[in-house]
């Protein structure tokens, strides 16, 4: 009989990139360098500065503009020749950007903030699969993870609005589900998962987390925290599913 697949963490050895070194992706790399220490650590951002700290080290970011194909192909090309990439973690997105912002209502919508919203919410996680699927193993398992969002869900939406930012993440939902299906067949040791991290203190929430309850509003390493907890429970068989911050699927 052969041996089952190892999906502990801890053990994996390997390469963990981590795309998007914001506050949430900071802290997955902080988090990745005590709970899986076999892993090597890589960024890649807009902004590739070198992170530092007590916890990782020192991990490099590479350059990366995910809404440039020539920056996706060179990202892999950066990273091709190491390691097998074992756990991918998507961590960009847009809300709001200049005159981009959450529309109130339909009189709001415009077509350069829906198509920006795609490019970078939903475009660019399913760029990034194709640029690095030739690093992934085929004899070992991986996590492919990217951050969605719960207002990405058609059947949860009960109050409209964000028209933009809603449908983005929804398409993203639905680009990745069917990406699960197509690695399924192809590399059937991967597990692709779209995650919901839960209202976090970032950049992205300041503006609308007023009136977000305390006790509902996560710090990124609390919520670095519950996003690997959550790919720790996922297997093979749970590829292409859509997680909240606490192991519970949401409705698409």
């Not at 590739?48 to 809404?67: C, Q, T, Y």
């Not at 192809?186 to 976090?200: A, E, F, I, K, N």
Request: charged fraction near 20%.
């Amino acid at each position: 009989m052969s041996t089952p697949p190892d999906w502990h963490l801890p053990r994996w050895r390997g390469r963990a990139l981590v795309v998007g070194c914001g506050g949430i992706g900071r802290a997955l790399l902080a988090a990745l360098a005590r709970r899986a220490p076999q892993l090597e650590l890589v960024g890649a951002s807009r902004q590739p500065l070198p992170l530092s700290g007590p916890e990782l080290g020192a991990v490099p970011v590479l350059p990366l503009d995910l809404e440039r194909d020539a920056s996706l192909a060179a990202l892999a090309v950066q990273l091709a020749g190491g390691a097998p990439l074992r756990l991918v973690i998507h961590t960009a997105g847009v809300l709001q950007d200049g005159e981009l912002k959450p529309e109130k209502r339909l009189a709001q919508v415009r077509r350069c903030h829906l198509e920006r919203s795609f490019a970078v919410n939903a475009f660019a996680p399913l760029l990034l699969a194709q640029a690095i699927e030739p690093l992934l193993p085929r004899d070992q398992p991986f996590h492919f993870a990217s951050l969605s969002a719960r207002v990405g869900s058609i059947g949860d939406n009960r109050l409209g609005g964000w028209y933009a930012y809603r449908a983005a993440k929804a398409a993203q939902n639905q680009l990745l589900h069917t990406l699960a299906l197509e690695w399924g067949r192809r590399l059937p040791l991967g597990c692709v998962s779209l995650l919901h991290p839960g209202t976090t203190a970032t950049a992205l929430s300041a503006p609308f987390r007023a009136n977000v309850p305390e006790r509902q509003l996560f710090s990124t390493e609390r919520a670095a925290g519950h996003l690997l907890d959550v790919l720790g429970q996922r297997r093979a068989e749970d590829s292409g599913g859509f997680w909240a911050w606490d192991g519970q699927p949401i409705p698409w």
